[in-house]
């Protein structure tokens, strides 16, 4: 039986890296998956071909995160065309690094929204037809650097430990209505958001790492299977720790 059979969901920031991948296994799991991205049309299209080919029903959105009203309209217009929200994960990230020194107000921001308040938004959208279903699973993307802190990265730390108190809260909010919402906090994913690091950081972080290796979105995204999927029906408020050993 596949884990995710006639359930819905939206996973933003899916048209690459660890957003693509949860996307594959959720609809290889029988999910239907509404998908969204900022500015990638063309591997859109191509998401939503694989998909398709999978044998569920898929469909890619452009649809800024960071903005609420677009997540309201997303919400709505999925509920339309696909009848119901069983399951939201709100993957979308940036990162704009810089010492604290040389960090600008502008890229403090920017992270902030697109990180952090792009959770609030869409979290916000979904949760009546999930209160009115009684049942839910919202998974937010978090990072070791929001559980831990990094040199360098003052504003995404601050965006991806807010996703944890903000994952909390919900989960003691909407327990009673059945929604669980929990976090995942990967280490280091080799995807395009970590490639552009020189080759010698990287090799030090993998080094480091108790597993010796940098993790895959298959990683993540087998892990967002489990959460997404009743095999965690009694799991809510939790942060799981994705990382091969880093946090130990
Ligand atoms: P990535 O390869 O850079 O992909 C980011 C995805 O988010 C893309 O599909 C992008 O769409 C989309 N996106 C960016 N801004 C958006 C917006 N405003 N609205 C909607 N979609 C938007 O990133 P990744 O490495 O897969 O990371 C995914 C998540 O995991 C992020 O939240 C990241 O912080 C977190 N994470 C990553 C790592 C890691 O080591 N890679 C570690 C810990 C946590 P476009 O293509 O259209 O721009």
Redesign the pocket.
């Known amino acids: 039986m596949k884990l995710l059979e006639n359930k819905t969901a939206i996973i933003?920031?899916?048209?690459?890296?660890?957003?693509k991948g949860i996307a594959e296994f959720f609809a290889k799991q029988g999910a239907n998956v509404a998908f969204?991205?900022?500015?990638?049309v063309d591997?859109a299209n191509a998401l939503e071909k694989e998909l398709n080919s999978y044998g569920v029903k898929a469909k890619g959105y452009q649809?800024?995160?960071?903005n609420f009203d677009a997540a309201q309209e997303l919400a709505k217009n999925v509920l339309e065309e696909f009848g119901s929200i069983d399951i939201l994960v709100n993957?979308?990230?940036?990162?704009k690094d810089n010492l604290l020194m040389r960090i600008s107000e502008e890229d403090f921001d920017k992270v902030i929204e697109?990180?952090l308040k792009?959770v609030f938004n869409l979290t916000k959208a979904v949760i009546r037809p999930m209160m009115k279903q009684r049942k839910g699973s919202i998974i937010n993307?978090?990072?070791?650097?929001g559980v831990k802190g990094n040199a360098g990265q003052t504003n995404y730390a601050a965006s991806?430990a807010g996703i944890l108190g903000f994952t909390k809260s919900v989960a003691l909010e909407l327990g009673s209505r059945n929604i669980r919402c929990n976090a995942i906090a990967?280490?280091?994913?080799e995807?395009?958001?970590?490639a552009s690091l020189p080759e010698d950081t990287v090799k030090g972080w993998r080094d480091a790492i108790p597993l010796k290796r940098g993790g895959s979105?298959e990683d993540i995204a087998n892990a967002c299977v489990f959460l997404a999927s009743d095999m965690s029906a009694y799991i809510t408020g939790q942060t799981l720790n994705v990382d091969g050993g880093m946090l130990t």
């Open positions: 933003t920031g899916a048209t690459r890296g660890i957003g969204t991205y900022n500015s990638s591997a649809s800024n995160a960071a993957n979308a990230g940036i990162t697109i990180n792009s993307m978090s990072s070791v650097v991806k990967p280490g280091f994913i995807t395009e958001m970590t979105p």
